[in-house]
């Protein structure tokens, strides 16, 4: 049996988070319910969480693993991005807090269904949201060459994209579609020169991330998401995000930098952009985990931790 996804930086979270033990919360990427049951035991009975998660699955798993907590939780299969319109439906206002991890799970990143695995047989997918049309499969036989290489690059940062994207468009040609993971992963791999396909992990790792991030829209989500969590956090309340590579963390810190009053206007002439702080960040630089917890968990070794609290 596969062990259930562990909460990364499940302390801090908890210390930053939950600052009215009987109030309401949002875990928007409830995943396995790890964070979400670690919220709930430290709320008072009046407390309560709200999850959210765009895959139907790990809600399915999520509800069984916080069965516990029933009547004291609202899950709903619903991507972050409409946290606005959930709390709408739900006819409340505002939250005392809202945690987001960007991370996918263990089980998701294992299911050969879904193609998240490079060391895996499995259908080239990667939808998050089983609703969704695009599929990494649609990406990797249908994109141009040219477009290939702009989302290893952006997404992946892949520093040979061009070439995996040459060979990419080579092997379809030569050798029909591709199906599965394993066979994208071997192509991935050839098209890297011997020398640095040692270098920072599997040689497939990149092109997968950029892949996953393309087909569920990961970065523009994030961007879409942080504004709605602003707006629904009461005076006081704190939002938590937990990144896991410098994409998702920039945007992450360049939202707090923007919404914490710094002048952004040039140097050495009068501010006239007239920057109005509505967050501080609480712990200025990102927290990233004990290096006890990567033992444990090696999976949160990337984990990039930010907390702000929005002011009056």
Known sequence: MVELHRPVMEREVLEYLVCCPDGIYIDATLGDGGHAGAILSSLTPQGRLIGLDWDKEALKRAEKRLNEFKGRMILVHESYTNVEEVLLNLKIDLVDGILIDLGASTLQLMDAERGFSYHREGDLDMRMD????????????????????????????????????????????????????????????????????????????????????????????????????????????????????????????????????????????PCVCGQKAELKSITGKALKPLPTEVENNPRARSARLRVAEKLN
């Open 130 to 269: 089983r609703r969704s049309s695009l599929t990494a499969k649609d990406i990797v036989n249908q994109y141009p060459e040219e477009q290939l290489a702009t989302i290893f690059f952006r997404y992946g940062e892949e520093r040979w994209s061009k070439k995996i994207a040459t060979s990419i468009v080579r092997a379809r040609e030569q050798h029909g579609p591709f199906e599965d993971s394993k066979a994208l992963a071997e192509v991935v791999k050839g098209a890297i020169p011997a020398r640095f396909r040692r270098q920072g992990g599997h040689p497939s790792r990149k092109v997968f991330q950029a892949l996953r991030l393309a087909v569920n829209r990961e970065l523009e989500n994030i961007s879409a998401f942080l504004p709605q969590a602003l707006r629904v956090l009461t005076p006081g309340g704190r939002m938590v995000v937990i990144a896991y590579h410098s994409l998702e963390d920039r945007i992450v810190k360049n939202f707090l930098r923007e919404h914490s009053g710094q002048c952004s206007c040039p140097p050495n002439l």
